[in-house]
């Protein structure tokens, strides 16, 4: 059993900043590519950034720039530093890991999701 438990959303104004997390926990081997994504209201789920094993970074355009994910693989746990945010950042984020367990079978992994608002 494996829990991706996301933390760090919050109402922030425009302009302002913000950082996620998201702990890996239970029967983990290895933990590959990481990512996170968002839903808007009435939207689809989309990729916002991802980050494999050795580092290797891929960010949506919308957040080039703006938004920085990094990883700290001796806490299996991820990272969103948003900075610049937009009202159009508002959106459910959910993270995403690829993770080997024990038994040696490889899944996909959801978070149960963190509300980020920019509101003035």
């Known amino acids: 059993q494996v829990q991706l438990v996301e933390s760090g959303g919050d109402l922030v104004q425009p302009g302002g900043s913000l950082r996620l997390s998201c702990a890996a926990s239970?029967?983990?081997?290895?933990?590959?590519?990481m990512g996170w994504y968002r839903q808007a209201p009435g939207k689809q789920r989309e990729l916002v950034a991802s980050?494999?094993?050795?580092?290797?970074?891929n960010y949506a355009n919308s957040v080039k720039g703006r938004f920085t994910t990094s990883r700290d693989n001796a806490k299996n746990t991820l990272y969103l530093q948003m900075n610049s945010l937009r009202p159009e950042g508002t959106a459910v984020y959910y993270c995403?890991?690829?993770?080997?367990?024990?038994?040696?079978?490889?899944?996909?992994?959801w978070g149960q999701g963190t509300q980020v608002t920019v509101s003035s």
């Open positions: 995403n890991a690829v993770i080997r367990v024990v038994t040696g079978t490889t899944y996909h992994y």
């Open positions: 239970g029967s983990i081997f290895s933990i590959y590519t």
């Open positions: 980050i494999t094993s050795g580092s290797s970074t």
